[in-house]
């Protein structure tokens, strides 16, 4: 019954996120913000709402290693499940805007909050130091794309008024109990298998909150639109390392766990470095590499497994 409860849940994050999505376009373009700002601010806020809400509701309950795993979790499962599987489907293009900027701007919050997991510790100060890194992130990317025509998702529909209002509220709503679901089949299957609450947010719960990151990707590759996934998918764990996690510790300052600090969180780094020095040849992602990213996810999801002791045997 418990993994019943945990696929409602995920459904419900998934289905939050699409109506975030949609309510906020139609609103955003009722306002007259220009396109491109609205394809990256609703785009990508929409993908990290999952995030924000467990992050926020984890936090509040005296669970940061959920809070903090789902989100070092998700933005590995973005580089290396996410990108795989598209990149698997149909070469991805990755222009030098993401390579440079926006990759540039998640190696810098990734290496940041390496240096913030060293005090082991993350108060209202810091929070509010990744806050201010987020908005200078959305400052370069206004400067940057400013009259750049916005790339449009494999479907959007219009919506406005009234009905933009409902939609971001029906989301509000999906994502919360969502969230909650999700975290309660945290903490129970942590008991319940003696594993530590880090590892299964990092591996299950990441994987519920990345379910709009792969569905948009997978959507958009099949339907031949690759052109903008690369650039939403990173901008994406921007969101969440910047705006997800800062948000998180101004609320709840939270403390950082060993396991999280010392191994997953430079691996974030790593696969920050690494992923865009893949970008760099050709300029885009090729099945090749989406092989390696996915063969790299399984190698990661099993050393989750091994350090947590879990052992398989074959």
């Known amino acids: 019954m418990a993994y019943v409860f945990l696929g409602i849940g995920f459904a419900l994050l998934l289905l ?14 009722a306002f007259g913000i220009p396109p491109f700002f609205v394809s990256l601010l609703i785009g990508s806020f929409a993908m990290a ?18 809070a903090l795993g ?40 990734s290496l940041a909050l390496v240096f913030i997991a060293l005090g082991s ?16 992130y959305l400052v370069l990317v206004s400067i940057t794309d400013l009259g750049r025509t916005a790339e449009p998702y494999a479907a959007e529909p219009e919506s406005g008024g009234a009905l933009s209002f409902f ?28 594993l530590p609450q880090a590892a299964v947010a990092l591996t ?16 958009s590759a099949a339907r031949g639109h690759p052109n903008a996934i690369s650039g939403r998918i990173v901008a994406s764990n921007v969101f969440n390392v910047l705006l997800v996690l800062g948000i998180a510790a101004v609320l709840h300052p939270m403390s950082i766990a060993p396991g999280l600090a010392q191994v997953d969180m430079p ?29 790299g996810y399984v190698a990661y999801v099993v050393s989750i497994g091994l350090r947590s002791g879990v052992h398989v045997h074959f």
């Open 16 to 29: 939050g996120s699409e109506a975030i999505l949609r309510g906020g376009k139609g609103l955003f373009q």
């Open 267 to 295: 691996i974030m780094a790593a696969c920050a470095v690494g992923i865009p020095v893949l970008m760099l040849f050709g300029w885009r992602l090729t099945r090749g590499q989406g092989i390696v990213l996915l063969l």
């Open 167 to 194: 939609l971001i509220a029906v989301g509000a709503v999906g994502l919360f109990f969502g969230a909650r679901l999700a975290i309660d089949f945290a903490v129970l299957m942590a008991r319940d298998f003696h």
């Open 204 to 219: 299950v719960v990441a994987f519920g909150t990345s379910l709009p990151e792969l569905v948009s990707t997978l959507s």
């Open 70 to 109: 789902d989100i070092v979790g998700s933005s590995l499962a973005n580089l290396l499940l996410v990108f795989g599987l598209g990149a698997l489907i149909r070469p991805m293009p990755t222009p030098p805007r993401v390579v440079f900027r926006d990759g540039g701007a998640f190696l810098a919050a």
């Open 49 to 66: 709402a999952p995030e924000l809400s467990v992050a926020l509701q984890a936090s509040a309950r005296g669970l940061p290693d959920i």
């Open 121 to 136: 510790f993350i108060g209202r100060p810091l929070g509010a130091l990744l806050l201010a890194g987020w908005v200078g």
